[in-house]
């Protein structure tokens, strides 16, 4: 019965693909920001209205969507599939003839060009495609699926809320809760690989503000003010020293990646204000890098007579893959993938607020591989001859669509086998 199932998942996969595809393209075409998702939003709602779906929930913590597929055999678990629907202020490089143009004039900050530089439009479109698969064979399903499509997942603007931190706080999740979360995350690896680790895969983050304040003044007379300048420049070469006062075996980055002051060239503004991130594998790393973070920043400012205010927002907990789970679910990935193409990786200072639902509900988190690469001494290298390698951000980060069947095959493949007790930890 199961393997005439997984038979079927993988034919009707192959049987939408195209139409995936479409999808995808149209969603990296037409990108929106953190927090501002709502033609994504209202693109992914209509085409899970048409599945027949025992209930779509929209506006979750903004423009979150929920789809619930219940079985149709009553079952005690609940898969929660994932998928980040934002994109990023990048702009494009890739060379793929449906890159994106679009500007937002509007977003704080702004004006931003937008780009899917890390691969939100794939986890979106092989997520409907996965719901459009399972919907087809609900029948044959004893329990319940929740498509979750995250909104803001690479941080709402300061001063907003966002992310999965405010599904949860708005009970997105909670009926029915599920019993496994899972996601992918397409990355640099070689296409058709899935890396997984047992442990912290992903770090600990959290965003920094630190304001500068001194006392405006015309540029041709400083000595009349306090020129918040000097000071900014000193804490942002500081910053890129602190890792000495860290435990070296306990990796962290500390990074200043945007100024904005409040002048024109020719006056001294009242204030500079610094935004940064901190990444770290371990929460006491980063307890204590926020901590001298403060201190330097706090310290160096009065020595040039300025004050300095120090906010840390927007903290997200590492994605911790508890090693049952992974012992669980590593024979299903194998299925899929093939077992050769299963790679145990080292983790990685990036974020992925996915974690809050892990930690939540229990389940796994993994890199699935979507580039012209291959393995050297375990680490992603541009295959000779092939495209290259574009890490995630990158203005030219590309993703082979080829991979969006393999990221349908898993969810779907992964979900059955939660379903039917095959990947479950006690």
Avoid at 100 to 105: E, L, Q
Avoid at 154 to 160: D, L, N
Wanted: hydrophobic residues 40%.
């Amino acid at each position: 019965m199961t393997d005439s199932l997984y038979e079927d998942l993988d034919r009707l996969t192959g049987q939408i693909e195209p139409q995936v595809l479409a999808w995808r393209q149209h969603l990296h075409q037409y990108p929106e920001l953190s927090n501002r998702e709502r033609n994504t939003a209202a693109f992914i709602a209509d085409h899970l209205n048409t599945l027949g779906l025992n209930e779509v929930r929209t506006g979750i913590a903004g423009h979150g969507v929920v789809g619930v597929l219940r079985g149709g055999t009553r079952g005690d678990r609940v898969m929660a599939l994932r998928a980040d629907i934002d994109a990023l202020p990048v702009k494009e490089n890739s060379g793929v003839p449906f890159a994106s143009t679009v500007i937002d004039a509007d977003y704080p900050g702004g004006p931003f060009p937008v780009a899917h530089a890390c691969g939100h439009d794939c986890h979106t479109a092989m997520l409907m495609g996965a719901a459009s698969v399972l919907s087809r064979v609900r029948e044959r399903l004893s329990g319940t699926v929740l498509f979750v499509f995250q909104p803001a997942e690479e941080g709402a603007p300061a001063g907003e809320r966002g992310g999965a931190a405010r599904m949860l706080a708005e009970n997105a999740l909670a009926d029915p809760a599920p019993t496994m979360v899972y996601g992918h995350h397409v990355s640099p690896y070689p296409l058709g690989h899935v890396g997984f680790r047992a442990g912290n895969q992903f770090a600990a983050s959290c965003m920094v503000e630190i304001t500068v304040s001194g006392k405006q003044v015309h540029g041709s007379t400083p000595w009349r003010g306090i020129d918040p300048m000097p000071a900014a420049a000193d804490i942002i070469s500081a910053m890129g020293q602190l890792y000495r006062q860290l435990d070296a075996f306990a990796p962290v980055t500390i990074s200043i990646g945007h100024i904005e002051d409040v002048g024109r060239f020719n006056i001294i503004g009242e204030t500079v204000t610094l935004w940064g991130t901190i990444r770290s594998l371990s929460r006491t790393t980063m307890d204590q890098a926020e901590q001298l973070v403060t201190r330097t920043a706090d310290h160096i400012a009065r020595a040039y007579g300025c004050t300095a205010k120090t906010t840390f927002r927007q903290p997200v907990p590492p994605v911790h893959n508890q090693p049952r789970w992974v012992d669980a679910a590593l024979p299903t990935l194998g299925r899929v993938v093939g077992a050769d193409r299963l790679v145990e990786i080292t983790p990685t200072l990036g974020y992925d607020d996915v974690s809050y639902f892990v930690d939540a509900y229990g389940g796994l988190y993994v890199f699935l591989g979507a580039q012209d690469t291959h393995l050297v001494d375990g680490w992603p290298e541009p295959l000779p001859g092939g495209r290259g390698m574009a890490v995630n951000h990158n203005p030219a980060f590309y993703a082979d669509d080829s991979i969006l069947a393999t990221g349908i095959r898993l969810h779907t493949h992964i979900t059955v086998d939660h379903l039917t007790g095959r990947i479950t930890v006690s």
